[in-house]
């Protein structure tokens, strides 16, 4: 069956039940939204303060083929087996964007006996965050071109503005567009463009923000653009939107509640993209399951190089988390990838390009245990399509580097199938004390942090600012030269080169634009032609989601 098939034949439990049964979670803390799918109240995650943090693990990958490679299909086939084996675990999940949902990648809710659900309502709509954050964010935007049209006392450069829109859905013809056409009732002519909702810095707010007050300071100290002249920062408080935006992220900031197909509790909260954005779920979320469970299992989103450093050196930092182990997903399939086989030809068995790739997963190990400073357990994402042969390599080349390996089928088996490793997770994890390395140090001037990350973990042998990136870096120095920074690189490879697999060293890294984003507390650089907003493919997923005179949806994965 496909993975919408098994979702939809689920014997889902109330989420009220299970909350309660499992946590402890009282009914009047929960916010329904249906039968299956719930918002906790922040009243309840601020009472959870004083109790001790969980164990946090933390589910990333090598660098991926177009389809990903099983991040979320392991947290959560990793989860259930841990509650399989009497050990009290939660997910914290990633929400889905309907841009890869209806484009190439597809829906982000696990995969064949290893999924949450409802699975079409959490790649749809889900509660509405997404909706709530793409509002927020617009309204800051017409806020903008609303205060220029009456007077603009703020002396906005109407050439300067920094504040995009943004829509969730991959549409590259939105990418740059001219507003204010039609003469004078319609404000000023100006250049504008849109990015995709999970790169919007309202979604990275919401996701690092402790709570109401929290999230209303960070969205304050937004810079929207620049006086004209003397190009002062100008702030979406003196605009007063700061207010108006947090009421309309009133629920969106309360976590999600969902089950697995075993009918194990999960939050799913947040979703910015990890190539574009911080690629990590929300603080809230990540500290409340460390609260209510005595294991935490989440993600961070695509390749090790993007997620995991992004989830170390912002999410940690800011946060004060200290994960207790990584696991890295691999699949032979992936690995014969970057060996340079082509796409339709990754279910053959291949045993050279599989060694030829192993160089990609070797990279990630590295830069985990030596620059991440944490242990990490390889999982190699079953496919039913591996032979023997290929598993029986990829674990003795594992084995040579001294890296613990297992072999998880909870696609095909659910929580049963990641018992053993489950078993490995907890025992790494269980002798050992929760802490982490960051990359860069808080210090080092941005230039350098950019330089740390692209030469550290990438293999560069330098970077390369435009002249204009350079200067913007420099001026920024005095007032935010503390903040992390958070790369817009291609998912695809170390390098900028989507086209470059395995573990390229010795290329340049250039950095062509530069973003401040000051609520969210980090600089964005994005790395040669990254695009903010995606575009769909020749063929998309929207061509093949239907859904029927009963309700029912097919052709979502």
């Given amino acids: 069956m496909s993975d919408i098939e098994i979702a939809q034949k689920a014997e889902m439990k109330p989420i009220i039940d299970l909350a309660k049964q499992q946590y402890d979670i009282p009914p009047e803390h929960l916010d329904p939204y249906g039968h299956y799918k719930a918002k906790l109240s922040l009243e309840y995650v601020n009472s959870l303060a004083d109790k001790p943090d969980g164990k946090l693990i933390l589910v990333t990958a090598i660098s991926p083929t177009p389809a990903g490679e099983g991040k979320t299909t392991t947290t959560v086939g990793l989860g259930d087996a841990m509650n399989r084996l009497g050990k009290k675990t939660i997910m914290c999940l990633r929400e ?72 969730d859905m991959n549409d590259r013809a939105l990418r740059k567009v001219v507003v204010g056409i039609g003469g004078t009732p319609n404000g000023y002519l100006r250049e504008d463009g849109y990015d995709i909702v999970v790169a919007s810095e309202v979604m990275a707010i919401l996701c690092l923000a402790t709570g109401r007050a929290d999230l209303k300071g960070r969205l304050g100290r937004i810079v929207i653009g620049y006086t004209r002249g003397d190009r002062k920062p100008i702030y979406a408080r003196e605009l007063n939107a700061h207010g108006s935006m947090a009421a309309l992220l009133k629920d969106a900031i309360k976590p999600n509640l969902v089950q697995t197909l075993e009918n194990n509790v999960a939050i799913i909260h947040g979703g910015p993209f990890a190539n574009i954005a911080h690629g990590c779920n929300t603080v809230t979320a990540t500290k409340t399951g460390m609260k209510i469970a005595d294991y935490c299992i989440t993600e961070a ?31 032979i399939r992936a690995l014969k990838f970057h060996g340079g086989i082509a796409k339709d030809k990754l279910n053959t068995e291949n045993l050279q390009a599989l060694e030829e790739g192993f160089v990609n997963l070797e990279r990630h190990l590295s830069n985990i245990t030596n620059h991440f400073g944490l ?53 790494v994890v269980d002798n050992r004390e929760p802490g982490l390395s960051f990359v860069y140090d808080e210090n080092l001037p941005l230039t350098e942090k950019i330089e740390a990350i692209a030469t550290k973990l990438y293999g560069a042998s330098s970077v390369t600012f435009d002249a ?15 903040f992390p920074v958070c790369i817009a690189k291609t998912q695809m490879s170390f390098s900028t080169d989507p086209t470059l697999k395995g573990a390229p060293s010795g290329h340049t890294v250039s950095i062509r634009e530069v973003r401040l984003a000051n609520g969210a507390g980090f600089i964005v650089a994005i790395a040669g032609n990254m695009m903010t907003m995606p575009g769909l493919p020749k063929v998309p997923a929207a061509e093949r989601i239907d859904i029927d005179d009963e309700g029912k949806i097919t052709g979502l994965f």
């Fill in 96 to 167: 889905p964007s309907l841009g890869p949902c209806f484009g190439i990648k597809g829906g982000a809710a696990g995969g064949g006996y290893a999924q949450v659900v409802p699975m079409e309502d959490i790649n749809l709509h889900f509660t509405g965050d997404f909706h709530a954050i793409g509002v927020a964010h617009n309204l800051l935007s017409a806020m903008i071109d609303n205060h220029i049209n009456h007077g603009n006392a703020l002396n906005i450069d109407p050439r300067l503005i920094q504040w995009k829109r943004v829509v």
């Fill in 301 to 331: 989103g695509f390749g090790a190089d993007l997620g995991a450093e992004k989830f170390v050196d912002i999410k940690c930092r800011m946060a004060g988390l200290k994960p207790s182990a990584v696991v890295l997903v691999a699949t």
């Fill in 375 to 427: 242990p990490c357990v390889i999982c190699i994402n079953h496919f039913t399509f591996d032979t023997d042969a290929e598993v029986n390599l990829l674990k003795q080349k594992c084995e040579a580097l001294g890296a613990t390996c297992v072999v998880s089928k909870h696609w095909a088996e659910g929580g049963a199938g990641a018992e053993d490793l489950a078993r490995e997770v907890l025992r």
């Fill in 468 to 482: 204009k990136v350079q200067s913007q870096l420099e001026a920024w120095s005095k007032d935010y030269g503390t």
